[in-house]
Nanobody
Framework: QVQLVESGGGLVQAGGSLRLSCVAS????????MGWYRQASGKERELVAR???????NYADSVKGRFTISRDNAKNTVYLQMNSLKPEDTAVYYC???????????????WGQGTLVTVSS
């Protein structure tokens, strides 16, 4: 069984910072892309940031310059450093990964359970 487990969410004041972590565990052969999505109350889930196994990254326009995604391939972990947080960043943040359990398997898309980030004004 493969799973992604997020941590690091919480309550922070506007202008503050949080760092989210997501660890992939289980029988994993390789991980391709990993990323963070978020879903605010009453809204659709949206991409926040994504990184490939080669290190390329892309960000939502709304977080560029404030959020930084990084990964530690040796630890199967992806991070999201969030600075200058705004109330509109309040959402449940989900980790996402494309991974293989064996060399012959096709890549699977796996989601974490989500971690709540609340930014107060």
């Amino acid at each position: 069984q493969v799973q992604l487990v997020e941590s690091g969410g919480g309550l922070v004041q506007a202008g503050g910072s949080l760092r989210l972590s997501c660890v992939a565990s289980g029988s994993i052969f390789s991980i391709n892309a990993m990323g963070w999505y978020r879903q605010a109350s009453g809204k659709e889930r949206e991409l926040v940031a994504r990184t490939s196994d080669g290190g390329s990254t892309n960000y939502a326009d709304s977080v560029k310059g404030r959020f930084t995604i990084s990964r530690d391939n040796a630890k199967n972990t992806v991070y999201l450093q969030m600075n200058s947080l705004k109330p509109e960043d309040t959402a449940v943040y989900y980790c996402n990964g494309n991974l293989k359990r064996t060399w012959s398997e096709t890549y699977l898309e796996v989601w974490g359970q989500g971690t709540l980030v609340t930014v107060s004004s």
